[in-house]
C-alpha cells in the first residue's frame, strides 16, 4: 500500500500573511474576513495571522513575495478582486496577479494560496464572496491550512 499525505486542516502553530488588494475593498475585505473567520476556527492565533493591504491587485504578489521570503510564514494567502470595465485591462490584471503568484510559491517553495478573483460584473462578485457560491475566502484559508501542514511533511528536513 503506498503512503499517502492527507492533511487535515488544523491550523495551530502554524503562521499566516494575508495580503489583500484595497482596490475594491468591499468584495476583498468580505473575503479577508471569511479568511480569517476559518484560520481561527480551525486554532490559529491572532499572533499567528499577519495581514498586509496593498493599492491593488497588480501589487499582491510582490507583498506576497516579502512576506514569503521573510522565513515568519508557513502559508500566505493573496486576496483581491478585478472587475471587468470596458476594456481587457482587467484580463491583464488578473493574468499578472495570478502568474506572479504561482511564481512567487515555486520560487520560494512557501505556499501562496490564490484567491483574487476576476468576475465579469459586481453580481459575480458579490456571488463568491458570500453570496450563492460560497465566499472564496474561506476555501483559500482551508486550503493554506492543508498546503502548510502537507509542506511540513513533505519537505525535507
Known amino acids: 500500500m503506498p503512503r499517502v499525505h492527507r492533511p487535515e486542516s488544523d491550523a495551530r502553530g502554524l503562521r499566516f500573511c494575508v495580503v ?4 475594491n475593498e468591499a468584495y476583498v475585505t468580505r473575503l479577508v474576513d471569511a479568511a480569517l473567520a476559518v484560520l481561527s476556527e480551525r486554532g490559529a492565533s491572532d499572533e499567528d495571522v499577519e495581514v498586509a493591504w496593498v493599492p491593488g491587485s497588480f501589487e499582491v504578489p510582490l507583498a506576497c513575495r516579502w512576506a514569503a521570503r521573510s522565513g515568519r510564514f508557513d502559508a500566505v494567502l493573496a486576496f483581491g478582486l478585478v472587475l471587468r470595465g470596458e476594456t481587457e485591462h482587467f484580463r491583464l490584471v488578473a493574468d499578472a496577479a495570478s502568474n506572479g503568484l504561482l511564481r512567487v510559491a515555486l520560487d520560494t517553495d512557501v505556499p501562496v494560496l ?19 457560491h460560497g465566499n472564496r475566502g474561506a ?7 492543508q498546503m502548510a501542514l502537507l509542506r511540513r511533511t513533505l519537505e525535507p528536513a
Do not use: C, I
Open 114 to 132: 490564490n484567491g483574487v478573483l476576476a468576475a465579469y460584473d459586481a453580481d459575480q462578485a458579490a456571488s463568491r464572496t458570500g453570496g450563492r
Open 139 to 145: 476555501e483559500v484559508a482551508l486550503a493554506a491550512v
Open 20 to 23: 489583500a488588494a484595497r482596490f
